[in-house]
């Protein structure tokens, strides 16, 4: 590569900073980084160049630079008058690993909040452990970003000497949200028991901010301890959609041991709350749940439908497949478009009108990119119909399922 690229150096460092458009920028110093040592010397001139946009570009790609001679050309940026040419240098850092944590601890003390923010960002990316006690004295930076990067940086090493920091952002409700629901990720990423109690008290006060009310619920499923499960339960009925989403998804990944619980939501008078303990279910293996998903399918709200369909859909059972085929047999829109995937791998002919009415009735954007890159002529028509129907652009992917793929 640096044999290929070495005549171009000198070009590519001429786009730098004289191109509005964001990719021919990434693209430029992608190649200079890639290109080795032949690109250093040029990088080093043009970190002298009067225009601020080419310097700044020029420390991104020194970071992209596998070169040794690119940490000290890096430190040497962290002296340049602009604060965009600092911070990134900061960035640059990010890929250099703990021999630059400590110029990026001393960018934890620069003038420039975003020098500091991107200081923070470098930090967590490195994870190094040596950077704890300065990340806990920028929780409290007056910059509200700085504040939010160090939380997500401390949560991202991982050390249990930041809980208690942590706690104090997170129960600070003169706080803006933002540092409080990064602080609260960072609790779960770390896994203290400490901060259970905590978080659970934030999650019951519905009279707290619900983004961070919603961020206590996720945060909550990387405990698997059993003191989460009743409140998580209990937020499966709570009046905020996302709150409710979150404690889907934090029960899902306790698995079995929230099975039981979750399952008598089931029988609550809301739909609200019996299909966010159905979107539970998807997430935990045990046979014991397959009945009852099969039995919500039957559930006079066809939300509740839609989210059994889609719970069924992931399961490996030959109780769930009948319930589906039932399903589409009597032409049950959502449950079909619940589980739309299952029924395109299976690639029945006669399903065809069924999932082009329930891509009507029920269609969102996943689901008609599924369609697109089905296989299917016809469930690709109609993807297209509904896309310009919703004025939304479909895109190609290999990843999606494809008809018949299960036959």
Same mark, same amino acid.
């Given at each position: /590569?640096?044999?290929?690229?070495?005549?171009?150096?000198?070009?590519?460092?001429?786009?730098?900073?004289?191109?509005?458009?964001?990719?021919?920028?990434?693209?430029?110093?992608?190649?200079?980084?890639?290109?080795?040592?032949?690109?250093?010397?040029?990088?080093?001139?043009?970190?002298?160049?009067?225009?601020?946009?080419?310097?700044?570009?020029?420390?991104?790609?020194?970071?992209?630079?596998?070169?040794?001679?690119?940490?000290?050309?890096?430190?040497?940026?962290?002296?340049?008058?602009?604060?965009?040419?600092?911070?990134?240098?900061?960035?640059?850092?990010?890929?250099?690993?703990?021999?630059?944590?400590?110029?990026?601890?001393?960018?934890?003390?620069?003038?420039?909040?975003?020098?500091?923010?991107?200081?923070?960002?470098?930090?967590?990316?490195?994870?190094?452990?040596?950077?704890?006690?300065?990340?806990?004295?920028?929780?409290?930076?007056?910059?509200?970003?700085?504040?939010?990067?160090?939380? /997500?940086?401390?949560?991202?090493?991982?050390?249990?000497?930041?809980?208690?920091?942590?706690?104090?952002?997170?129960?600070?409700?003169?706080?803006?949200?933002?540092?409080?629901?990064?602080?609260?990720?960072?609790?779960?990423?770390?896994?203290?028991?400490?901060?259970?109690?905590?978080?659970?008290?934030?999650?019951?006060?519905?009279?707290?901010?619900?983004?961070?009310?919603?961020?206590?619920?996720?945060?909550?499923?990387?405990?698997?301890?059993?003191?989460?499960?009743?409140?998580?339960?209990?937020?499966?009925?709570?009046?905020?959609?996302?709150?409710?989403?979150?404690?889907?998804?934090?029960?899902?990944? /306790?698995?079995?041991?929230?099975?039981?619980?979750?399952?008598?939501?089931?029988?609550?008078?809301?739909?609200?709350?019996?299909?966010?303990?159905?979107?539970?279910?998807?997430?935990?293996?045990?046979?014991?749940?397959?009945?009852?998903?099969?039995?919500?399918?039957?559930?006079?709200?066809?939300?509740?439908?839609?989210?059994?369909?889609?719970?069924?859909?992931?399961?490996?059972?030959?109780?769930?497949?009948?319930?589906?085929?039932?399903?589409?047999?009597?032409?049950?829109?959502?449950?079909?478009?619940?589980?739309?995937?299952?029924?395109?791998?299976?690639?029945?002919?006669?399903?065809?009108?069924?999932?082009?009415?329930?891509?009507?009735?029920?269609?969102?954007?996943?689901?008609?990119?599924?369609?697109?890159?089905?296989?299917?002529?016809?469930?690709?028509?109609?993807?297209?119909?509904?896309?310009?129907?919703?004025?939304?652009?479909?895109?190609?992917?290999?990843?999606?399922?494809?008809?018949?793929?299960?036959?």
């Amino acid at each position: /590569m640096a044999d290929i690229g070495a005549p171009v150096v000198g070009p590519l460092i001429q786009m730098l900073g004289n191109d509005d458009d964001v990719w021919v920028q990434s693209g430029v110093i992608l190649a200079l980084g890639r290109i080795g040592a032949p690109a250093i010397e040029p990088l080093k001139s043009a970190l002298h160049s009067p225009n601020p946009e080419v310097r700044a570009g020029a420390v991104l790609a020194l970071g992209a630079n596998h070169d040794a001679r690119s940490v000290d050309l890096l430190v040497s940026a962290f002296r340049d008058a602009s604060p965009r040419v600092r911070s990134g240098a900061a960035l640059g850092f990010w890929k250099k690993g703990s021999q630059v944590v400590a110029p990026l601890l001393a960018a934890l003390r620069d003038d420039s909040p975003d020098v500091r923010e991107c200081a923070a960002m470098a930090l967590g990316g490195i994870k190094d452990k040596h950077a704890v006690p300065s990340l806990i004295v920028t929780l409290k930076d007056d910059s509200r970003q700085v504040r939010s990067r160090s939380a /997500m940086a401390l949560g991202s090493i991982g050390d249990s000497r930041a809980v208690e920091p942590l706690l104090t952002v997170l129960q600070n409700r003169s706080e803006h949200s933002v540092p409080r629901t990064r602080s609260a990720t960072a609790l779960g990423q770390i896994g203290d028991p400490r901060a259970i109690e905590p978080l659970l008290r934030i999650l019951k006060d519905t009279t707290d901010n619900t983004d961070v009310r919603d961020t206590c619920a996720s945060a909550l499923g990387h405990f698997q301890d059993t003191r989460v499960i009743e409140p998580l339960v209990a937020a499966l009925r709570d009046s905020n959609a996302d709150v409710r989403d979150s404690a889907s998804l934090s029960l899902g990944l /306790m698995d079995r041991m929230a099975a039981g619980p979750v399952l008598q939501v089931l029988k609550d008078p809301s739909p609200e709350a019996r299909s966010a303990a159905v979107n539970a279910l998807l997430f935990i293996d045990d046979e014991a749940v397959i009945g009852p998903l099969i039995a919500s399918l039957e559930d006079q709200n066809a939300d509740v439908r839609n989210c059994a369909g889609r719970a069924l859909s992931g399961k490996e059972d030959k109780r769930a497949t009948a319930a589906l085929l039932s399903a589409l047999a009597r032409k049950d829109l959502a449950a079909v478009a619940g589980a739309y995937d299952f029924f395109i791998r299976q690639g029945k002919a006669d399903s065809e009108p069924v999932l082009v009415a329930a891509l009507t009735e029920y269609g969102y954007s996943p689901m008609a990119e599924a369609f697109f890159n089905s296989g299917n002529a016809t469930l690709k028509a109609a993807a297209n119909r509904w896309a310009r129907e919703h004025k939304e652009k479909l895109e190609e992917s290999t990843l999606d399922p494809k008809w018949g793929s299960k036959k």
